[in-house]
């Protein structure tokens, strides 16, 4: 069993649409969790960082997380072409130092205008 | 606002040739990173470094692979005999030690390596 799992898509949607990403994953050792965007042909930046389970919102974004079911979320409202990226869940098991990030495979979200 | 920068943004070797692959990381950013990327696979951790040391090292980063800070700027990644599976989109990453966001990596641009 891969210890982050995440569905690659592609998913398309019109623009409007409530989107939905999520990862589930194995190691009940990881405490924080991220979701990366990536646009083509750069490096992923960080959108949303969350440490305890339940809702964080940022501006049309919502991270969720579901430590019980090992299962993480992120949803985006009113969608807009510019949305239209990779995205990666990230993961790790503490805060201290610079301990390594384990990434899903991202889903590749296209916004259809 | 300041950025993670990498050079070369695309380089092709032959398999067996040595590569560098070269890093600026954000100024005051203590902590450097690489990570890789297969085509169409996840994103994948490779080695951190700070304070002049390996950190921590995947089972990817085995003994054909260094990582230097030579100077106070540059913080390279050097594959010494290339395979034909190291062909990837490299990644260097730096982080701030007192981050409010520990795993908030700032993210380059990558290098693209292609091995034939």
């Known amino acids: 069993q891969k210890e982050v799992e995440q569905d690659p898509g592609p998913l398309s949607v019109p623009e409007g649409a409530i989107v939905s990403l999520n990862c589930t994953y194995s190691?009940?050792?990881?405490?924080?969790f991220m979701w990366y965007r990536q646009y083509s042909r750069k490096g992923p930046e960080l959108l949303m960082y969350?440490?305890?389970?339940g809702n964080k919102e940022d501006g049309r974004f919502t991270a969720q997380v579901d430590k019980s079911s090992k299962y993480i979320s992120l949803f985006i409202r009113d969608s807009q072409p510019s949305d239209s990226a990779t995205y990666l869940c990230?993961?790790?098991?503490?805060?201290?130092?610079?301990?390594?990030?384990?990434f899903g495979t991202g889903t590749r979200l296209t916004i259809i205008p | 606002e300041p950025e993670v920068t990498q050079t070369p943004s695309h380089q092709v070797t032959q398999m067996g040739q040595e590569v560098i692959l070269r890093c600026v990381p954000i100024?005051?950013?203590?902590?450097f990173y690489w990570y890789r990327q297969i085509l169409g696979q996840k994103v994948e951790f490779l080695v951190s470094f700070y304070n002049n040391e390996i950190s921590e090292k995947s089972e990817i980063f085995d003994d054909q692979f260094s990582v230097e800070r030579p100077d106070g700027s540059n913080f390279t990644l050097k594959i010494r005999s290339t395979k034909l599976e190291d062909s990837a989109m490299y990644f260097c990453?730096?982080?701030?030690?007192?981050?409010?966001?520990?795993?908030?990596?700032?993210f380059g641009e990558g290098s693209r390596l292609t091995v034939l």
């Open positions: 190691n009940s050792a990881f405490q924080y």
């Open positions: 990230a993961m790790r098991r503490s805060n201290f130092g610079n301990e390594k990030l384990t």
């Open positions: 969350t440490y305890s389970s």
């Open positions: 990453a730096s982080s701030e030690v007192d981050s409010l966001r520990p795993g908030e990596l700032f």
């Open positions: 100024s005051n950013h203590l902590y």
